[in-house]
């Protein structure tokens, strides 16, 4: 299948990293569910629940809520999801449906009202074969970092890795930075060797609204500090807007497709100055830097460039709106002309979706079709450097840089 792919060099640096294992160090997968590794009830539960992705969509499709979130007949919201997808046609979310329909089922139908049928019932009949964890197995995913409140106690991270699967925790302290007084230095100290002794390698930052001069701005420097003494990296994501449809976050709550790109437009200086203090004071760990808005990302690939050594600081992968085709084109071409693309840890899910998986294959087409149009117009002439690269920020880079 050449799919996105339109040279031999592009085939070849694909075939280089098609079948690599999936480092995923950031996504939002539950712990939990993959413990209970129970069967989906059908297709929509496992295609559409949790994929706020898919649930825009169907609004704008005009698909009214009890078919999305609601308490609506399973196959008539996999129907209407099916009829929506028909007018996607540019978005992600249409090639990835193919993909995951493709990939996990064997299904290589036009997704539509007419074939919504058939679909179901195939893929109905192979669901007890695709349970989460055969699904991670399938997937080849080796380590899957979940996202978790610096309060939850990580009996099931603990059971999966007595288990052989290195399903890690990731520290995400948001509900300390809500109320910067709310917890101890001593109590954070606490929770983050806790986390540490159930394999968490990484603290992961939700900074929307942020400012510099703050006790949440002080709060997030003596994190970053406690990091880098346990040796974790650091993850900062910053610039979204939460939960904007105020009458259906009261009604369905967070996490549901209500948040957008932000609007605070100084944000990357506050986060600049919290890079600088952090440095200052000799706190700063291997730092990734998400900033939603792409307008952001040459002032932070370059702003990274000016804190390398000790600590090794990177702009992070196309995420949430800008995952997309254009969005991870213009994401590596600002990280490779800024920095060492070789050394750039590539792909991540930061999804709830486990099917979600295929995006690392939608990924690695794309940078091999970016790499091999270097080649062809004689930018780099070295195929095989290329292969390398590719693999490295395909799949090592990532077990390097993190600690797995």
Not at 36 to 58: N, S, V
Not at 157 to 185: N, T
């Amino acid at each position: 299948m050449n799919y996105l792919l339109e040279s031999d060099a592009a085939l070849e640096i694909f075939a280089a990293i098609e079948d690599l294992p999936i480092v995923d160090y950031h996504s939002h997968l539950e712990a939990d569910d993959l413990l209970a590794d129970e069967p989906f009830e059908d297709m929509a539960a496992l295609w559409l629940g949790g994929d706020h992705y898919k649930w825009r969509l169907m609004r704008a499709g005009g698909v009214p809520e009890y078919l999305v979130t609601g308490d609506g007949e399973p196959y008539a919201k996999f129907e209407a999801f099916c009829t929506v997808l028909e007018k996607a046609v540019g978005n992600p979310v249409y090639e990835w449906s193919h993909l995951e329909l493709q990939r996990y089922f064997g299904i290589d139908l036009d997704i539509n009202a007419d074939n919504a049928p058939e679909i179901w019932e195939r893929a109905n009949a192979l669901l007890p074969e695709l349970t989460p964890l055969k699904i991670l197995t399938a997937s080849k995913v080796e380590v899957a970092v979940t996202t978790d409140d610096p309060t939850s106690d990580l009996t099931a991270h603990e059971q999966l890795q007595a288990k052989g699967l290195r399903v890690l925790p990731g520290f995400r302290p948001d509900s300390y930075l809500a109320d910067a007084d709310i917890a101890s230095r001593l109590e954070i100290e606490e929770r983050m060797a806790y986390f540490d002794a159930r394999g968490c390698k990484t603290i992961d930052f939700g900074l929307d609204n942020f400012h510099f001069d703050t006790p949440q701005a002080r709060l997030v420097v003596e994190m970053l500090g406690m990091a880098r003494e346990l040796g974790w990296s650091a993850q900062i994501h910053f610039g979204a807007a939460r939960r904007q449809n105020l009458p259906g976050t009261r009604a369905l709550g967070s996490n549901v497709g209500f948040d957008s790109i932000g609007t605070q437009a100084d944000i990357a200086n506050h986060i600049r100055l919290l890079i600088q203090a952090t440095h200052s004071f000799g706190m700063l760990p291997n730092l990734t830097l998400y900033p939603l808005n792409p307008a952001d990302w040459p002032l932070i690939a370059s702003l990274v460039g000016d804190f390398q050594g000790e600590a090794r600081l990177q702009l992070g992968a196309a995420w949430w709106f800008n995952d997309h085709y254009e969005g991870i084109r213009q994401q590596l071409d600002v990280y490779a002309t800024q920095g060492l693309l070789g050394n750039f840890t590539g792909m991540l899910t930061d999804s709830r979706s486990l099917l979600s998986y295929s995006r690392h294959e939608y990924f690695r087409r794309i940078l091999a079709q970016h790499l091999a149009d270097w080649h062809r117009v004689g930018r780099v002439r070295d195929l095989e450097a290329l292969k390398k690269t590719a693999m490295g920020v395909a799949y090592s880079n990532a077990k390097g840089y993190f600690g797995f």
